[in-house]
């Protein structure tokens, strides 16, 4: 146990700076690992693009027997795709990777300080000169391009390291570490506080680029003979104890090991075209380091003092895998291809070129202890025939062969990086040409890396150069292709309306990643412009499957049912859909609804509406399907969407009528009739849509007259068969026989025939407004006979009935108004003028009632005209006679 335990035996001190180091290395690993998910999409979001569209669903109806007559009136459908943002910076990644790294220097600073005077120096030195190359007077702390914060960081970090180091070598690792710590934290502090420009964070990280890269480095080539030299352990550790000799299972496992480093070599350099994923490299160079925690402390005991590993080797190795960690997640954090391709190839060829060189070293020195049985793992640093640094001075010549065999191809990805980096701070600093010439240092260096290509296409978007962004995204497709590209070059390709380009991007995408649902989605709604509604529907049926976001390629499969099906097919998908939260989704199955003519009760979606009340295209469409489609259930509409209407004036027209739906079938008819015939009679290009809705509600009131006059400036079929129903309603037969016969003439159709059987079978429609005056004629009440009028304000009998009810209960002004309100649109019902007389009688206005009286001289028949006077001579008597003795 003291073998994995090894810190056990060290100072409380120790093993609490130990733990607290480890702790910091988990968080790195978890850093990585959150990172490495999905390492364009750090930087690159997928957007969600919202269209409106109209389709025509018929929402008014008036039945008359098995016929309807309806009219068609926009119900909204939202289509919606996907667009790949522009490449932006992750900040809280760069804050991230400069604490954790920042903290794996400090740990090193400490380590350095327990060490010999040479290596300290040179460690200082080293230091010293990254600094220097670091350009820490970028960040403006003392003024533009003034090198004092260098100075200032050199002499702090200098004079406290050579402080331990030559005064007080008494003083424990973690106290060295901790105030290297508050050093380093004082400086980070100044720098937040102090520097003149915008991202410090990502001005020291971009310029310290070599600096974490060379450490990096350095540690992936230490750590890479680690997995041999644990297959040494692992060959001879069990052998033993069973006296076995472990060289045949040491030989078996390196050569397997070896040969999958050659297969990602090949692979690697395009050698060979093998998709070789069994191990990844990340995976290599992980489990290299995590080995080397143990693997490192025989390695320190093997140097006769030189690197002590409790109190300088341990840190030093832990720093450095901080470090690394660190650097590799800030590289997937910001998408830095060509960085993280010099990093696998330092890993894969590092560890192919070291390892060998390491099995030749364990062979040659100890080839006769596996003979002899022996736990060779106990000695594996202690050469007898070839030395350990003779050893790693071959590998790493033979390391720097493979480079040059790439032709220094890594070196120059780590350049582009480098410049990829500064392009990110210029980006962000909106010193765009600038930034442009950085990407384009990259391309030089590497023109195939993704992150230059796409950020310079970025870069484009951003100035409306779409030629050079399509250029761009082209060229970032060419070794590392991207869904995020694809879909850039095909949004392009359509702005210019180069359809079938657009069309051949995707589908080249699709075969590329045939599992992105966002390129299936947005191949899928390309198809649906096309008007190729079979194709549309196999790729977003795909989509759907593929996506994490299934409820965008759902909602647009509802559109394209909407636009494509035909009613029977409708019904049956339409109920087999499963139902979502998603508001697009919700607007368009209103719409679905609205084509099916269901209108049963849905629940309103109160996060439809955005606190800022600033409407989204899918909660526009929600609204006014909502609206429509709810008209009868939900008066909410009515007095929500003109308060919408104010805060979307661009949308306010919209908004309002679809209020008027809810206003006219919920809340007050009256309102909406008076506020719809004004928008009719303004003209405009809706000014034909307002004529047949208004017609239509005024013949739904039986206002056959109004609803003809309105109805004649219709064109088209739906505004002569409103015209005819109207007018056959109001019997006119020989009317509506003309109109239908020129309608036939027209437009052949044998529905026609079927509605002239329909109409002159004296077929009236059937109202609520009967059956709730019935109701409340049956139990007399205030409540029943508002419902009653609610329902129909202007039918003669309702109204009438009401009012003779509000009279008997001395309401006489309720009464009185809602005669008034029916006169204004009923003005030729005798029994409405009646209700005035009396009314007027009533509060005394005799010159009002006496032209009630006329009125109903001239609508009623003789004979109710007579017993209406019977009633109404006797009251105005009385109120003749009143007066005069008055007077």
Not at 83 to 101: C, G, K, Q, R, Y
Not at 391 to 403: A, E, H, K, P
Not at 655 to 679: H, M, N, P, V
């Amino acid at each position: 146990m003291k073998e994995f335990f090894f810190w056990k035996v060290w100072s409380p001190s120790e093993r609490r700076m130990t733990v607290a180091a480890f702790l910091v290395l988990a968080l790195a690993l978890i850093f990585f690992a959150a990172k490495s998910i999905d390492p364009l999409g750090n930087v690159i979001r997928w957007n969600v693009i919202s269209e409106l569209s109209e389709t025509t669903a018929v929402v008014d109806l008036l039945r008359l027997g098995e016929w309807q007559y309806g009219i068609s009136t926009p119900s909204h459908l939202v289509t919606e795709s996907f667009m790949a943002s522009v490449m932006e910076t992750d900040f809280l990644s760069v804050t991230v990777f400069l604490t954790l790294s920042l903290i794996g220097l400090t740990i090193i600073l400490a380590a350095l300080t327990t060490m010999s005077r040479f290596w300290y120096l040179a460690g200082t030195i080293a230091l010293i000169v990254f600094l220097a190359f670091s350009r820490l007077e970028m960040l403006g702390v003392f003024g533009d391009a003034n090198r004092a914060l260098f100075l200032l960081t050199v002499i702090l970090y200098a004079g406290t390291t050579y402080y331990f180091h030559a005064f007080r070598p008494d003083i424990g690792i973690a106290k060295r570490i901790l105030a290297i710590g508050g050093l380093t934290a004082l400086l980070a502090v100044l720098i937040a506080f102090a520097a003149e420009t915008p991202f410090p964070a990502l001005t020291a990280a971009s310029y310290s680029f070599p600096f974490w890269l060379l450490i990096t480095i350095l540690f992936l080539i230490v750590s890479s003979t680690e997995i041999i030299a644990a297959l040494v352990w692992l060959s001879t550790s069990g052998s033993v104890s069973k006296g076995k000799s472990g060289l045949v299972n040491f030989l078996v496992i390196s050569i397997l090991y070896i040969l999958l480093l050659l297969l990602l070599y090949l692979r690697n350099t395009k050698q060979i075209d093998w998709d070789v994923t069994l191990i990844s490299p990340a995976f290599l160079a992980l489990a290299a380091a995590i080995l080397g925690i143990w693997g490192f402390r025989r390695r320190a005991d093997s140097t006769d003092g030189i690197i002590p590993f409790r109190s300088a080797g341990f840190w030093l190795y832990i720093g450095m895998f901080i470090i690394a960690v660190s650097f590799t997640s800030y590289m997937l954090a910001t998408a830095n291809d060509p960085v993280l391709e010099t990093l696998e190839d330092v890993v894969v060829q590092g560890q192919l070129s070291m390892s060998v060189l390491f099995i030749f070293y364990v062979l040659i020195n100890f080839y006769p202890l596996f003979q002899q049985k022996l736990a060779v793992y106990k000695v594996l640093y202690k050469p007898l025939r070839f030395g350990l640094t003779q050893t790693r001075l071959f590998g790493f010549t033979i390391l720097i062969v493979l480079f040059s065999i790439q032709r220094l191809l890594p070196v120059n990805q780590a350049i582009a990086g480098y410049f990829n980096g500064l392009g990110d701070l210029h980006a962000n600093t909106e010193e765009f040409s600038l930034s442009e010439q950085y990407y384009r240092l990259a391309v030089q260096q590497e023109f195939q890396n993704h992150k230059s290509n796409y950020a310079l296409a970025s870069l484009a978007l951003r100035q409306g150069d779409r030629n050079a962004a399509a250029f761009y995204f082209r060229q970032s497709l060419l070794k590392n292709p991207s869904p995020q590209a694809y879909s850039g070059l095909s949004g392009i390709l359509v702005q210019e309306n180069l359809f079938f380009d657009a069309v051949y991007s995707l589908q080249e995408g699709v075969r590329t990643f045939p599992k992105s649902g966002e390129l299936l989605n947005n191949l899928g709604m390309l198809y649906f412009k096309t008007n190729v509604a079979d194709s549309a529907y196999y790729y977003l049926a795909r989509a759907e499957e593929a996506t994490k976001r299934a409820e965008i390629p759902a909602a647009n499969l509802l559109a394209i049912l909407a636009k494509n099906t035909d009613a029977g097919l409708l019904d049956s998908l339409a109920s087999a859909s499963e139902k979502r939260d998603y508001l697009s989704w919700q607007a368009n199955w209103l719409a679905v609804q609205n084509l099916r003519q269901n209108f049963s009760k849905e629940t309103f979606d109160k996060n439809a509406v955005p606190k800022d009340s600033l409407l989204s295209a899918a909660a526009f469409a929600y609204l006014l399907n909502y609206s429509v489609n709810q008209a009868e259930n939900d008066s909410l509409p009515a007095k929500l969407l003109p308060a919408l209407a104010t805060k979307n004036p661009v949308l306010s027209q919209d908004l309002s009528l679809a209020a008027l739906y809810s206003e006219f079938y919920s809340g007050d008819k009256l309102k909406a009739l008076e506020t719809l015939s004004g928008w009719a009679d303004e003209g405009g290009e809706k000014s034909d849509l307002y004529h047949k809705i208004l017609g239509h509600w005024l013949l739904q009131l039986g206002l056959y007259d109004q609803a003809i006059e309105a109805l004649s400036g219709v064109e088209g079929a739906e505004g002569t068969t409103g015209m005819a129903v109207a007018n056959a309603l109001s019997d006119k037969q020989a009317i509506a026989v003309i109109l239908l016969d020129k309608l036939q003439e027209k437009e052949p159709n044998p529905a026609i025939d079927k509605l002239k059987q329909t109409l002159f079978s004296g077929i009236k429609p059937k109202s609520a407004t009967d059956s709730l005056l019935l109701a409340a004629q049956k139990t007399p009440s205030d409540t029943n006979f508002d419902n009653a009028v609610r329902k129909n304000p202007f039918d003669e009998k309702t109204v009438s009935a009401a009012s003779i009810h509000y009279r008997q209960k001395k309401k006489t002004a309720k009464a009185y108004k809602l005669v008034l309100n029916a006169l204004r649109y009923n003005e030729y019902a005798p029994q409405l003028w009646e209700q005035y007389a009396y009314l007027s009688l009533e509060q005394g206005l005799i010159g009002q009632g006496n032209e009630g009286e006329e009125k109903v001289r001239q609508y009623a028949l003789p004979a109710d005209y007579q017993q209406f006077m019977t009633r109404y001579q006797p009251m105005r008597a009385l109120i003749e006679k009143q007066r005069a003795e008055f007077q």
